[in-house]
T-cell receptor
Framework: RKEVEQDPGPFNVPEGATVAFNCTYS??????FFWYRQDCRKEPKLLMS?????NEDGRFTAQLNRASQYISLLIRDSKLSDSATYLC????WGYGQNFVFGPGTRLSVLP | NAGVTQTPKFQVLKTGQSMTLQCAQD?????MYWYRQDPGMGLRLIYY???????DKGEVPNGYNVSRLNKREFSLRLESAAPSQTSVYFC?????????????FGPGTRLTVL
């Protein structure tokens, strides 16, 4: 089993839709979790950090389920500008170099 | 704050040539990283530096060397470039506390080795 797995995508949704991505991780001792977005040919940009059960920032909500070892990202009222690849990142040990990146889920928001 | 900066943005090399990719951050972060990203693949860690004067190998270190010049700067050197090193290279930095912050990435260097 890969350390971090994500919904394969791509997701094509109309503007205004609500979309959710899932990410599962294999190391039950993992402490820190992050969602990044990466636009085509650009660098990943930190979207949200998730340390406890969840986090909300405007239209974006991240939830953590430690028992089932998954993190989800919910985007409400999708905008065209939300089109990007969303990366789930897990830091298994809570420190150091161990940021493990998922393969990403591509989202296209359609007019 | 400029965040994380990288130079050059683009580079074309011939097989066997050498070059150094530069990275600097102005966020006073202790940890710095070099990743490569190949088409359709996730980011893979090349080298990591927890602080000035320390470096550690990541997942794919072969063919690369690094120098943590000071707290701000972390360079990546290709001594003898190979076509397999054609990739996009990202530098990143992060702060470590009780729980680490996320990483902040530079804009990347697109390298083609002919």
């Amino acid at each position: 089993r890969k350390e971090v797995e994500q919904d394969p995508g791509p997701f094509n949704v109309p503007e205004g839709a609500t979309v959710a991505f899932n990410c599962t991780y294999s190391n039950s001792a993992s402490q820190s979790f992050f969602w990044y977005r990466q636009d085509c040919r650009k660098e990943p940009k930190l979207l949200m950090s998730v340390y406890s059960s969840g986090n909300e920032d405007g239209r974006f909500t991240a939830q953590l389920n430690r028992a089932s070892q998954y993190i989800s990202l919910l985007i409400r009222d999708s905008k065209l500008s939300d089109s990007a690849t969303y990366l789930c990142v897990v830091n298994p040990w809570g420190y150091g170099q161990n940021f493990v990146f998922g393969p990403g889920t591509r989202l296209s928001v359609l007019p | 704050n400029a965040g994380v900066t990288q130079t050059p943005k683009f580079q074309v090399l011939k097989t066997g040539q050498s070059m150094t990719l530069q990275c600097a951050q102005d966020m006073n972060h202790n940890s710095m990283y070099w990743y490569r990203q190949d088409p359709g693949m996730g980011l893979r860690l090349i080298y990591y530096s927890a602080s000035e004067g320390t470096t550690d190998k990541g997942e794919v270190p072969n063919g690369y060397n690094v120098s943590r010049l000071n707290k701000r700067e972390f360079s990546l050197r290709l001594e003898s470039a190979a076509p397999s090193q054609t990739s996009v290279y990202f530098c990143a930095s992060s702060e470590e506390g009780v729980l680490p912050s996320g990483q902040y990435f530079g804009p990347g260097t697109r390298l083609t080795v002919l």
